[in-house]
């Protein structure tokens, strides 16, 4: 379990409460941890999963984008909540682990929704067109350019529109005053930033290492 700051029997509580993942998905997530190992805790927590999907279908959401999503857990958890003809664009780094994500949006037909692009977001993402904006975000990759990713994202979303961001509560280090690591500081900055934008509105959520919930006014 992510959310380490929560009673681990509430944790419990709360995935068996969660609907539950598909076949194609569980496959998805228990071939990640025999092929990362310990990296798949890279992978999002059950809790995020369905929280995803039903995020973008309440945003109505045709435009959406993801930075940083491993084996393609969550790209396959976006397209499903989009509206009719809408498209996901996916920027990763790895072809590796993107490898993995391809067949399962094959297997899962969702291929034709789902754009990726490989490189260094900063550079991939700033060159993104702004026609048409963004209506939906979720971003999950490393966290010193969170503050970059999150405003080149601001700049093309569309008012009204979403954006999910994940491990803000780092474990529940930022709220921890004896708790002063570069990854901490790190994760404090970016959510004071978030709390200060005059263009947005915000809610920390304490689903599995934290979510960010914000919507661009």
Do not use: C
């Not at 999150?150 to 009204?160: C, K, N, Q, S, T």
């Amino acid at each position: 379990m992510k959310a380490t700051y929560l009673d681990p029997a509430l944790g419990q509580y709360l995935f068996a409460h969660t609907t539950e993942p598909d076949d194609l998905l569980e496959s998805l997530a228990k071939e990640t941890r025999e092929v990362a190992q310990r990296q798949a805790t890279m992978q999002i927590a059950p809790d995020q999963r369905a929280f995803l999907t039903m995020m973008a279908q309440l945003a109505g959401a045709s435009n959406a984008v993801a930075v940083g999503t491993f084996t393609g857990y969550s790209a396959l958890r976006v397209p499903r909540g989009l509206a009719p003809g809408g498209r996901l664009t996916w920027f990763g780094v790895s072809e590796g682990w993107t490898a993995i994500a391809r067949r399962y949006w094959e297997r899962a037909g969702l291929a034709d929704r789902i754009d990726l692009i490989i490189g260094p977001a900063v550079e991939t993402l700033a060159a993104f067109p702004a026609d048409p904006p963004i209506d939906f975000a979720f971003i999950d990759a490393d966290k010193p350019n969170y503050p970059v990713y999150y405003d080149l994202i601001m700049e093309r979303l569309a008012p009204g529109g979403l954006i999910l961001v994940d491990n803000t509560l780092w474990d529940g280090k930022v709220a921890d005053p004896t708790t002063d690591d570069e990854g901490t500081r790190t994760m404090r900055a970016f959510n004071d930033k978030v709390i200060a934008d005059p263009r947005a509105t915000s809610i920390i959520l304490p689903i599995a290492d934290g979510v960010t919930l914000i919507r661009k006014k």
